[in-house]
């Protein structure tokens, strides 16, 4: 009896959804009817899969897209023309985002092969990673406006121009060891002008940082004056503006829990991860930093940890990986621990270009609940 009452309460959550969207007022009827008919589709599409997991048993534990279709997209330049005032940023970024178009290309058609060498950190380079690469430097050699460059293949300082004003920093494409399998990788960029350069300087001192996700479709994550935005490669490699002005929500129930090895030797971080699956959170982990951070932003909530050990250090990159993806979440309202004293990897000083770092990101609440649990922070 009570699993066909539940049944019977999603068909009447499905048609009262249907009902709350029919109305239609305003603008064009047609296309008022055509978008409540494909709402009170997708609501019964919902409530449908809801109930047949519930007859297995199962939570209904999936998070689908909120985002409804627009009439018109705004374009790359429309959204920097008010969202960026810095007019030399505007182009610069500009200049980034079309090396990304380069790179979706050639992942597109390149063989995931070994190069037959190794970067300096000792990590075997994949022939899709000398690509991108290459496609990196050419972009900022072509620049004007870039002083230095350096690569989390080649990490030192390379001179570019001398009149340049920016430094870029950059991991030209993150996720080698789960590219060879045609899971989603991505490009993570960070931009500091002249006056702080990159050394001796923090991650909160970088003018933007983007973020590239190379799965079925490429798209770009933005820091700009007012926010985080998302522009996504559309028809012709023209970019459009997918996402604006993201907003990450403090509570979640999506957790992305990386190095776990150190569970072993940090019980703290053993408590978190139980407290996670005790209380049904969503996995939602690739071993890529780019999509397992990304999915913030499209879900509008979720949390990563990747913490340090004695036996299990962390391995991620201050100024090619942290820094990037921390100035997108803060400027989303995501917050972000550096693992050590809880306090935001923003502000932890840049003094080596392979410098490393532990790392917890993602909506503030979760965040606070790391450094509660596994760095005793309150």
Known sequence: IRPRFGHTMLRIFALVSIALVAPCTGFNAVAGRSRVASRSS?????A?????????????????TSEEKKDKYETLDEILEVAM???????????????????????????VTVEGSANTFGDVQLTVDVIADKLMFEACEASDLVEFAASEEEPELKPIKETGKYTICWDPLDGSSIVD?????????????????????????QVTSLVALYGPRTTVLVALDDGTYEFTLGEGNQWIASRTKIQISKDAKIFAPANMRSA???????????HWM??????????????????QFTKQQGIFSNPTSENAPAKLRLAFEAAPFALLVEKAGGKTSDGVTGGSVLDVKITGIDQRTPLCIGSANEVDRFNEMVLGKK
């Open 264 to 274: 072993q030797d940090l019980p703290g971080y053993k408590s978190l991860l139980d």
């Open 181 to 205: 399998n045609n899971w989603a990788v991505g490009t993570m960029i960070g931009i500091w002008g002249k006056e702080t350069g990159l050394l001796g300087a923090t991650g909160r001192d």
């Open 42 to 46: 997708v609501a019964v599409r919902m």
């Open 48 to 64: 449908e899969t809801a109930e047949a997991d519930s007859a297995f048993g199962a939570s209904h534990t999936s998070f689908y």
């Open 278 to 295: 005790e209380n049904r959170y969503t996995l939602r982990y690739s071993g890529g930093l780019v999509p397992d951070v990304y999915q």
């Open 85 to 111: 005032s810095n007019l030399e940023l505007r182009t610069l970024i500009k200049e980034q985002m079309e090396a990304c178009v380069k790179i979706t290309e050639a992942l597109r058609t390149a063989l």
